[in-house]
T-cell receptor, first 112, second 113 residues
Framework: NAGVTQTPKFQVLKTGQSMTLQCAQD?????MSWYRQDPGMGLRLIHYSVGAGITDQGEVPNGYNVSRSTTEDFPLRLLSAAPSQTSVYFC???????????FGDGTRLSIL | SQQGEEDPQALSIQEGENATMNCSYKTSINNLQWYRQNSGRGLVHLIL?????REKHSGRLRVTLDTSKKSSSLLITASRAADTASYFCATDRALVVNSKLTFGKGITLSVRP
């Protein structure tokens, strides 16, 4: 079991570029979430999904899109990168609502 | 807004000592969870305590929950240098459809050899 796999681990973008952060889990979990972690801010929820084809916004969704075409994959798209999106992004999955979450090791994103 | 607030923000102890970390929250919960994050890694789930439980143990970890005070504590006994990490509490709010976990800002624990 690989658990939750995030790619890439590091990325540098220029302002205005777009990119997709990949997240895959092999635990057949229904729930998947994207968070960003900034110094002094803890983890903030960007988007989440309760199953294939179902997504919803979290606390800080602006500038990000998600889709969930399969149970395993939950990619996060930055539409037009801005310096304020410089952060560490974590993907997580869990079996049911409120259950323990399994995290990937994150994508460290810098936007110049 | 943060549902869980950890206290203290940072804690430095000697190896072998006990470490106590606290978390307070604002609204009714289904459960409260504690996570650990080592530098440069993702969060790892440590323990989950449900709203009808008062204490739970896992190895050197002891978690208590006081729903009347809306607070929880995480005790790590006989700490080791490998316990150096950030610790987060997260709450699953009650009476919310498809409730999402809300994380606190974390506590930085340093265990000196």
């Amino acid at each position: 079991n690989a658990g939750v796999t995030q790619t890439p681990k590091f990325q540098v973008l220029k302002t205005g570029q777009s990119m997709t952060l990949q997240c895959a889990q092999d635990m057949n979990h229904e729930y998947m979430s994207w968070y960003r972690q900034d110094p002094g801010m803890g983890l903030r929820l960007i988007h989440y999904s309760v199953g294939a084809g179902i997504t919803d916004q979290g606390e800080v969704p602006n500038g990000y899109n998600v889709s969930r075409s399969t149970t395993e994959d939950f990619p996060l798209r930055l539409l037009s990168a801005a310096p304020s999106q410089t952060s560490v992004y974590f993907c997580a999955s869990n079996r049911g609502t409120g259950g323990p979450q399994h995290f990937g090791d994150g994508t460290r994103l810098s936007i110049l | 807004s943060q549902q869980g607030e950890e206290d203290p923000q940072a804690l430095s102890i000697q190896e072998g000592e006990n470490a106590t970390m606290n978390c307070s929250y604002k609204t009714s919960i289904n459960n409260l969870q504690w996570y650990r994050q080592n530098s440069g890694r993702g969060l790892v789930h440590l323990i989950l305590i449900r709203s009808n439980e008062r204490e739970k143990h896992s190895g050197r970890l002891r978690v208590t929950l006081d729903t009347s005070k809306k607070s929880s504590s995480l005790l790590i006994t006989a700490s080791r240098a490998a316990d150096t990490a950030s610790y987060f509490c997260a709450t699953d709010r009650a009476l919310v459809v498809n409730s999402k976990l809300t994380f606190g800002k974390g506590i930085t624990l340093s265990v000196r050899p």
